[in-house]
């Protein structure tokens, strides 16, 4: 017996005839009539009486519309379990990697379509470097991860997410000092010290920050120590202080103090960018739904 013969002899019980049941299945009733006599062939036994009003089930047919009624609801089952597996709608995890200053009105919105798409999919975020992101992905410690470059190679796809002009925090100031109309020229801000991320958090991100500073004739100080978190109120009370420049986005999330202000630079030398990257060979539904959430976004 196959699964198509029983789905077919189940509707003709269900639906009275040959005729209705084929208009359920779309198929033609020939066909569908060559399915159920090829079922009884099968079987050696007579399932249907067939007359001009319809069709009865025999006794054997009776015995076996019970079973397969059985069968079919096991197998839709089956496929509820499976979909709701491969779809996270299981209760299960998706691990996101969300660096530092991640736009919250790029995440917000990407998140809540996916808890409407699928409502048991758990996301559990870490706040973690790209650096460490890529190791996390390639254990296997994470699904999804947000990076500020692109990892080369095979093992994972990627796609853009974000481009942030990156602009100067200073204090208030200095801003009225170096600002003209087109925002802060970066050579301006050469007698200051940047407040730099540590080159091992992103170090394609960093060496091309640093690249663009130096070209504009900034000099650089000490790489900062692998691990340091330069949160905001670190970077804000540097900067406060008058003898730091820090660099952000226009909508950066954090308040800014008084004495603080935000300047775009001139000509926008600087863009951060931000990739979703993911495994190359992962076929997870709510990944996919996340992923093109970020697209629409």
């Known amino acids: 017996m196959e699964l198509r013969e029983l789905q077919g002899f189940v509707a003709v019980v269900e639906a009275g005839s040959l005729s209705a049941a ?39 047919g009776g015995v076996l519309l019970g079973e397969a009624r059985a069968v079919l609801a096991r197998y839709e089952q089956a496929q509820r379990v499976m979909a709701g597996f491969i779809a996270g709608d299981s209760g299960g995890v998706l691990r996101l990697g969300i660096p530092l200053e991640f736009p919250s009105t790029v995440l917000a919105p990407a998140l809540a379509e996916l ?18 992101q890529i190791t996390a992905l390639r254990a296997g410690e994470l699904d999804v991860g947000l990076l500020r470059e692109r990892p080369a190679g095979d093992d994972f796809d990627a796609m853009p ?17 170096l600002a003209d109309a087109d925002g802060v020229p ?15 958090d992103s170090p394609a991100w960093y060496d091309e920050v640093t690249a663009i500073l130096r ?23 540097a900067v406060t202080a008058g003898k730091a420049f820090a660099l952000a986005p226009a909508d950066w999330s954090q308040p800014l103090p008084d004495g603080v202000v935000w300047q775009p630079l001139a000509g926008h030398p600087l863009v951060r960018r ?10 997870r539904r709510d990944l996919g739904l996340l992923i093109a959430a970020f697209e629409r976004d």
Do not use: M, Y
């Not at 970066?186 to 091992?200: Q, Y």
């Not at 931000?274 to 076929?283: E, F, H, I, L, Y």
């Open 274 to 283: 931000t990739w979703a990257v993911w495994p190359a060979d992962s076929r």
């Open 22 to 60: 084929a208009r359920r299945l779309h198929v033609s009733q020939p066909a569908l009539s060559q399915t159920i006599a090829g079922l009884e062939r099968g079987l050696r036994v007579r399932l249907l009486e067939r007359s001009s009003t319809g069709v009865k089930v025999t006794e054997a």
């Open 161 to 177: 997410v974000t481009r942030e002009r990156l602009g100067v925090l200073l204090a208030a100031g200095q801003a009225a000092e």
């Open 215 to 237: 070209s504009h004739g900034l000099t650089l100080g000490s790489d900062a120590p692998p691990n340091q978190r330069l949160i905001a109120e670190v970077k804000l009370a």
């Open 186 to 200: 970066l050579d301006a801000l050469a007698d200051l010290e940047w407040l730099a991320f540590p080159r091992t």
């Open 115 to 132: 808890a409407e798409s699928c409502p048991n999919t758990r996301v559990q975020a870490r706040h973690l470097s790209t650096a460490e």
